[in-house]
């Protein structure tokens, strides 16, 4: 694994890593780890970074939707076009090209449920290419990006002694 990838897979998992702090875990010289940062943000390997909320902590009520998109391809343009037609709505969060039964897998910005049907009735199953739309309403999240939404919850066994 050489540097960059090194250095990608630190800050990938805690992007508030310092540039000294990256340095001392890989034994480099810290200029060396702001000059390979700079370059990978150069070349758009690192395309942002982001915070990871809990949401359920807050007092916010509204949703997050996943849909999964079935559409027909035109010839010559395959995905790329209607992907295009889609991820640059501003309710779109992440969208990805799938393999399976599906085409398309789009998470939605959170948002009362109300706009979130309006969104998929109104904007995105008219586009032509558009075969179907199954969308899911998120009710719970436990995990992502390798980090738990959930509190461990102490072992209660209770301890037996012969």
């Known amino acids: 694994m050489d540097i960059r990838e090194k250095i990608l897979k630190l800050i990938e998992h805690d992007s508030r890593l310092t540039h000294k702090e ?3 875990l890989l034994g480099l010289e810290e200029a060396l780890i702001s000059q390979t940062i ?3 943000e150069e070349e758009k390997i ?3 970074y982001h915070t990871l909320v809990n949401w359920d902590k807050t007092d916010d009520n509204m949703v997050s939707a996943i849909i999964e998109l079935r559409v027909n391809p035109q ?14 709505f501003p309710e779109v969060k992440s969208m ?9 897998l789009i ?6 449920i109300r706009e979130i049907a309006d969104f998929v ?21 436990y995990k992502e990006y390798d980090t738990l939404f959930i509190k461990k919850e102490n072992n209660r066994r209770m301890v037996v002694t012969p």
């Open 22 to 24: 990256i340095a001392t």
């Open 38 to 40: 700079k370059e990978l």
């Open 46 to 48: 690192i395309c942002g």
């Open 75 to 88: 010839r010559g343009q395959g995905f790329d076009r209607i992907a295009e037609k889609i991820y640059h």
């Open 96 to 104: 990805y090209l799938t393999s399976g039964g599906f085409d398309f």
């Open 107 to 112: 998470e939605l910005h959170k948002a009362p």
């Open 121 to 141: 009735s109104s904007r995105l199953s008219i586009i032509e290419e558009v075969q179907s739309t199954t969308t899911h309403v998120i009710l719970k999240k």
